[in-house]
């Protein structure tokens, strides 16, 4: 068996690392700062990180939560702003443990549909007008995981006309919206519609180190008051030696630099993952993405992704397959990440694949 070239994971490549820069960091923040980072601490994170977040966001700390990852801010909204069988509506496809969490804790889901220009605001519109209106969207705004597609301007102001109408809530997460590789920048939805309408995630996964853990949430000060308990009961307080170490990146104008250094990173590769789309089955419906880490493909009706997977990871090369990122169906659909690989490797598994698509 050939070694295996894997597109599932979505998580920077080796290359996209730099442990210098973080045990630089690290260093620097235990040696100002030893007591408050090697103690325990408030459940709500690193203080000088909350401020740093707060500042950079245009709100106050009492506004921030530090999180491990952005997934646990959302479990922590699905625990405490929202009850079992409240309705959430979640993007299909959308990212795999959204809804899993979505699922676990007892949320009764709307599916909207996905279009090239991201969420499809008037199905929402239509659910809504239907009388199931959703208390929370959960929403990918940028180079979306795992469909690549970024929400238009146009869209993202109806997203928020539609929330203050029908009155609900909107989470924004967005890992993957500084890596942009080409296509101008558009304003995300809390940036236009305010704290009172949307609440923010994001990490520092993609842009910096995976291993470091360290996400945030944007949201009302009471509701973080709420959540910052949650977080006391779960594990007392988070680690602040990674937030402080993230903090100082921070402080010190490292960040932009190397949110650079990993978009050129991941530009190369999903040009080698858009050379080796010759290979796919005709009619195979792409758009590659202007961003993030991922790659989404529509095969042909008739085929499944699911069915070729074995097939696939026997030739040496693994995908998620879609229908993962669905309550029900899309089956013919399959996600590529090409973040976490070589764009040597992305050719040779690009071809790898091709091959076991084409067999059928």
């Not at 620097?28 to 408030?42: C, F, K, M, Q, R």
């Not at 040009?271 to 880490?293: N, S």
């Not at 071809?351 to 076991?356: D, N």
């Amino acid at each position: 068996m050939p070694d295996v070239i894997s597109f599932a994971r979505g998580a920077p490549a080796p290359e996209a690392l730099d442990g210098d820069l973080i045990a630089r960091c690290a260093t620097e923040a235990l040696a100002d700062d030893p007591t408050v980072i090697l103690s325990y601490g408030t459940g709500g994170g690193y203080p000088p990180l909350r401020e740093w977040l707060a500042q950079h966001h245009g709100t106050t700390a009492d506004h921030v939560l530090i999180t491990n990852g952005s997934l646990e801010g959302y479990v922590f909204l699905l625990e405490t702003f929202l009850s079992p069988g409240d309705l959430i509506a979640l993007e299909a496809p959308t990212y795999d443990r959204a809804m899993l969490q979505a699922q676990l804790h007892g949320m009764e889901i709307l599916s909207i549909p996905m279009q090239l220009d991201g969420l499809d605001v008037d199905a929402l519109a239509a659910a809504c007008e239907a009388g199931r209106v959703p208390k929370l969207v959960y929403t990918i705004p940028n180079f979306h995981n795992p469909a690549g597609t970024t929400i238009s301007l146009e869209k993202r102001k109806a997203l928020i006309a539609l929330a203050e109408r029908y009155d609900f809530w909107i989470l924004e997460d967005d890992p993957y919206g500084r890596l942009r590789f080409e296509g101008d920048d558009i304003p995300g939805i809390y940036e236009l519609a305010g704290p009172d309408r949307v609440m923010f995630s994001s990490s520092f996964s993609k842009t910096l180190a995976p291993g470091l853990r360290v996400g945030y949430l944007i949201a009302p000060p009471q509701l973080i008051g709420s959540l910052v308990k949650q977080a006391n009961r779960t594990y007392i307080s988070p680690a602040h030696l990674p937030e402080a170490a993230v903090y100082q990146v921070c402080a010190q104008g490292l960040l932009p630099a190397n949110i650079a250094r990993v978009t050129n990173l991941m530009h190369v590769r999903r040009d080698a993952m858009v050379d080796g789309l010759v290979h796919m089955p005709a009619g195979t419906i792409c758009t590659p993405p202007e961003g993030g880490f991922f790659m989404w493909l529509e095969l042909p009706e008739g085929m499944s992704a699911d069915a070729m997977l074995q097939r696939a990871q026997e030739a040496g090369v693994i995908y998620v397959a879609g229908s993962a990122c669905f309550v029900s169906g899309g089956a013919n659909t399959l996600r590529l990440a090409y973040s976490g690989v070589s764009p040597d490797e992305i050719t040779l598994g690009m071809e790898r694949l091709g091959s076991v698509l084409n067999a059928g």
